[in-house]
């Protein structure tokens, strides 16, 4: 018996341990007078297909407007090669996965955002905002950081250059689609 006390206790203390380096955020957020709090966590493989459901709902719109989006239906795979070699936030309220944020370190600590994402019925709450922050906090090393975003969108340029993301360049993705290239400098 003492045996296995020691056993739980040290699976206790792993998973423990397991927990404080993956926990990165609890955030309040104050909307409406009513308080949420929002967890920003490392995704894990086990989150791939649950991901790829919240960005098809994230995405859903630039999907229908342009024909493609290019994190649209994206395949379990390629989600787990995601999860595995790059940086993969998922945002969760009350237990459950409501946004997905994508991060790629690239050389000279200059990253590039490759999705932040909140199903539908959670924008508007400042959530967007604050992982936008958080991930900028969270890899403080970034001395630059880039991301693409359609070029209707004008929500998404709204937002971006709020936080001092400047328009680049642009990038003919197809005959429907055109990137925005934004940079912003820390």
């Known amino acids: 018996m003492h045996c296995i006390k020691k ?8 998973c423990h341990s397991l927990i404080i380096k993956k926990l990165i955020s609890l955030i309040h957020l104050n909307s409406g007078g009513i308080q949420i709090n929002i967890l ?13 459901e919240v960005q098809n709902k994230g995405f859903h719109d630039d999907f229908i407007l342009y024909g493609e989006c290019p ?10 090669e995601h999860i595995r070699n790059l ?10 996965i409501i946004g997905d944020i994508i991060v790629r370190r690239r050389e000279n600590n200059n990253y ?3 999705v932040i994402s909140i199903i539908p019925e959670y924008c508007n709450l400042g959530i967007g905002s604050k992982a936008l922050k958080h991930i900028e906090k969270d890899n403080s090393d970034a001395l630059e950081w880039e991301l693409i975003t359609p070029h209707k969108s004008l929500r998404n340029h709204y937002f971006y250059e709020k936080f001092g993301y400047k328009k680049i360049g642009e990038v003919v993705h197809s005959d429907m689609l055109t990137l925005w290239q934004y940079k912003k400098a820390m």
């Open 7 to 14: 056993f739980r206790l040290s699976i206790k203390i792993s």
């Open 112 to 114: 590039y955002l490759r």
């Open 40 to 52: 920003i966590e490392r995704a894990y493989v086990i989150d791939a297909l649950k991901l790829i």
């Open 87 to 96: 940086i993969v936030y998922k945002v969760m309220l009350d237990g459950e």
């Open 71 to 80: 994190a649209y239906d994206e395949s379990e795979e390629a989600m787990i």
